[in-house]
């Protein structure tokens, strides 16, 4: 597609529901990062992947927390069981290899309740 | 200490102004990027840098890899400048990306 796209826009949960989140990367992008973004905060690095190949999932917060990218384009983050403290903007950017420019979505915002 | 500090955090300037806004890391990296972040979330990737300098516009950004320092200069601020503007790094063993916690600059008219 044109650019990074993640879905849903908007997601409001329960507190101990699961819940996935999706990004369609640029065509062709091998790299494909997500991070989370709390109100009035920077960018907090999640995880990354190199095609199919998770890279680093060193920032991902606990093992509620899960990403995967089984075919090297879209990727789902996933958290079980969630909880209030969940509740940001989740965010991915492609990029075509490594150290070249991201290109970011929209993002999706979660809200626990 | 994070491992990228940005300064200052919060910056309100009159339009016409020259703005500096500065990073500072504490890793090897492999390239440092400059995001802008409107009032709607959006992000956009402004410059990529591994040496030197960029220029784009009414924007500059230098680097300055052995003092592990960089700037983004704004030239002729205007208001529609105002936004959160993010330095990120590339670490150099892995292509990891460490955020700042970004200045938020406020340009009156």
């Known amino acids: 597609g044109a650019g990074v796209s993640q879905s849903p826009r908007y997601k409001v949960t329960k507190r101990g529901q699961d819940v996935a989140l999706r990004c369609d990367p640029i065509?062709?992008?091998?790299?494909l990062y997500w991070y989370r973004q709390a109100l009035g905060q920077g960018p907090e690095f999640l995880t990354y992947?190199?095609?199919?190949?998770?890279?680093?999932k060193s920032g991902l917060p606990n093992d509620r927390f899960s990403a995967e990218r089984p075919e090297g384009s879209i990727s789902t983050l996933t958290i079980q069981r969630t909880e209030q403290r969940d509740s940001a903007m989740y965010r991915c950017?492609?990029?075509?290899?490594?150290?070249?420019?991201?290109?970011f979505g929209s993002g999706t915002r979660l809200t626990v309740v | 200490k994070n491992e990228v500090e940005q300064s200052p955090q919060n910056l309100t300037a009159q339009e016409g102004e020259f703005i500096t806004i500065n990073c500072s890391y504490s890793?090897?990296?492999?390239?440092l990027h400059w995001l802008q972040q409107h009032p709607g979330g959006g992000i956009v990737s402004l410059f990529m840098?591994?040496?030197g300098k960029k220029k784009h516009g009414r924007l500059i950004a230098t680097i300055n890899i052995q003092e592990k320092h960089s700037s983004l200069h704004i030239t002729a601020s205007h208001p529609r400048d105002s936004a959160v503007y993010i330095c990120a790094v590339s670490l150099n063993r892995d292509d990891k990306i460490i955020f700042g916690k970004g200045t938020r600059l406020h340009i009156l008219p």
């Open positions: 950017a492609s990029s075509p290899q490594g150290n070249y420019g991201y290109t």
């Open positions: 065509s062709g992008h091998v790299s």
């Open positions: 840098l591994s040496s």
């Open positions: 992947f190199n095609y199919e190949a998770q890279q680093d």
């Open positions: 890793v090897g990296i492999s390239a």
